[in-house]
Every structure is written in structure tokens, then in C-alpha cells.
């Protein structure tokens, strides 16, 4: 898979770069919370994406987090990364490395 491709597609397909327009578009459920140890998150449930960011980030983390979370929504969609981390012994750090690919 060409990440930068696949990024460039979508940058494309909204006429933008700037993920809150992306997920504005899509229609992503966005939510700010108090989250502890991580930054952001993505997830998959019953049909809808939701991506959780940390409140007490400053808006340029904002956007490189949520920039990396939709790399997980384009490029992992099926996979619980929550769940493979905590509950395999897969290795989760290809999926980071590419949505960090995905943001940049």
C-alpha cells in the first residue's frame, strides 16, 4: 500500500489537508475527553467512526493527532488496535508507524 498515494487521494477526493474538514466531510463522531496515557484514538463501532482526542491538547497536537487517527480510519479500519495491544502479543507498531506516515 503507498500510503502517501492513499493520503493524497483523499487530500484530493475533500479538496483539503486540514483533517477537521476531512472529518467534517466524513462525518466522523469527534470527542474530547480526559483521556490518560494516550493522545487520541480511533474507533469502529456499530457503523460509525469515533475518534477520540485528548482535551488537554493544544491545537496543533489537536491536528497532528487527529491527522494520525484518521490514518488508522483509512488504513486500519477493521483492526482493534485497543484490543490487539492489550489483550495479543501482536505487534501494534506497523499500524502507528503508518498512520504517523499517513499524518505527515
Do not use: C, W
Not at 486540514?18 to 466531510?25: A, D, S, T
Not at 469502529?44 to 482535551?55: C, G, P, T
Request: charged residues 25%; neutral net charge; without cysteine.
Amino acid at each position: 500500500m503507498d500510503i502517501k498515494k492513499r493520503a493524497n487521494q483523499i487530500a484530493h477526493r475533500f479538496q483539503s489537508r486540514n483533517p477537521f474538514e476531512i472529518v467534517r466531510g466524513l462525518n466522523v463522531i469527534l470527542v474530547d475527553a480526559p483521556l490518560s496515557g494516550v493522545r487520541g484514538f480511533y474507533q469502529y463501532f456499530q457503523r460509525n467512526h469515533i475518534i477520540y482526542l485528548d482535551e488537554t491538547l493544544s491545537e496543533q497536537e489537536r491536528t497532528l493527532v487527529l491527522a494520525h487517527e484518521l490514518g488508522h480510519l483509512f488504513l486500519h479500519k477493521k483492526a482493534n488496535a485497543i484490543f490487539m495491544d492489550t489483550r495479543t502479543h501482536l505487534k501494534t507498531a506497523e499500524y502507528e508507524t503508518e498512520a504517523d506516515t499517513f499524518a505527515i
